[in-house]
T-cell receptor
Framework: DTEVTQTPKHLVMGMTNKKSLKCEQH?????MYWYKQKAKKPPELMFV???????INESVPSRFSPECPNSSLLNLHLHALQPEDSALYLC?????????????FGQGTRLTVV | RKEVEQDPGPFNVPEGATVAFNCTYS??????FFWYRQDCRKEPKLLMS???SGNEDGRFTAQLNRASQYISLLIRDSKLSDSATYLC????????????FGSGTRLLVRP
């Protein structure tokens, strides 16, 4: 069972809505990630937080806004999304160290933009 | 050239068979290597890290060949429950956090 919990599991939102995805982990990991996965494609990295600071933004459009309120929580705020943003959004966490840092994924939020 | 390349499959094998997947990566400076499995409409789950010395976990054996820049996964005595997509993952050159996923190899184990 995953120790990374994401809510909600499913979300349908209109293009003018504002919503947030939430992610929580209690493994003491200080690195947290957002990935996006389209059907039949591999996950693609969006953001990385290390010690609650944004360390990587993979040129993600500003309609996606990440937030890391504390070491256990990671949010992704959504505003004015497009239908092509419909995907599985995965949160992951890992320790902060050199290499062979294993990342553990939550079950994901399946987002549909209508 | 893709950063991480895998044969998409599907590999269709009978129960009990041995099956091997290969993965090639383009960045010679990569230091971290993993195999994940992903079931349909589920999240990726870490199967194993891959070390230079190779590693084994039960029926699963992973090997790394740095000179040729490829990683392999061997599954012995396949079970029906092994049916999934297997993702080869390598870290990007500029960051240990930035994991690059291959497109995955689909395995179907039939009775």
């Amino acid at each position: 069972d995953t120790e990374v919990t994401q809510t909600p599991k499913h979300l349908v939102m209109g293009m003018t809505n504002k919503k947030s995805l939430k992610c929580e982990q209690h493994m003491g990991h200080r690195a947290m990630y957002w990935y996006k996965q389209k059907a039949k494609k591999p996950p693609e990295l969006m953001f990385v937080y290390s010690y609650e600071k944004l360390s990587i933004n993979e040129s993600v459009p500003s309609r996606f806004s990440p937030e890391c309120p504390n070491s256990s929580l990671l949010n992704l705020h959504l505003h004015a999304l497009q239908p092509e943003d419909s995907a599985l959004y995965l949160c992951a966490s890992s320790q902060v160290r050199g290499f062979n840092t294993e990342a553990f994924f939550g079950q994901g939020t399946r987002l549909t933009v209508v | 050239r893709k950063e991480v390349e895998q044969d998409p499959g599907p590999f269709n094998v009978p129960e009990g068979a041995t099956v091997a997947f290969n993965c090639t990566y383009s960045n010679s400076a990569s230091q971290s290597f993993f195999w994940y499995r992903q079931d349909c409409r589920k999240e990726p789950k870490l199967l194993m890290s891959v070390y230079s010395s190779g590693n084994e976990d039960g029926r699963f054996t992973a090997q790394l060949n740095r000179a040729s820049q490829y990683i392999s996964l061997l599954i012995r005595d396949s079970k029906l429950s092994d049916s999934a997509t297997y993702l080869c993952v390598v870290n990007a050159e500029d960051s240990s956090y930035k994991l690059i996923f291959g497109s995955g190899t689909r395995l179907l184990v039939r009775p």
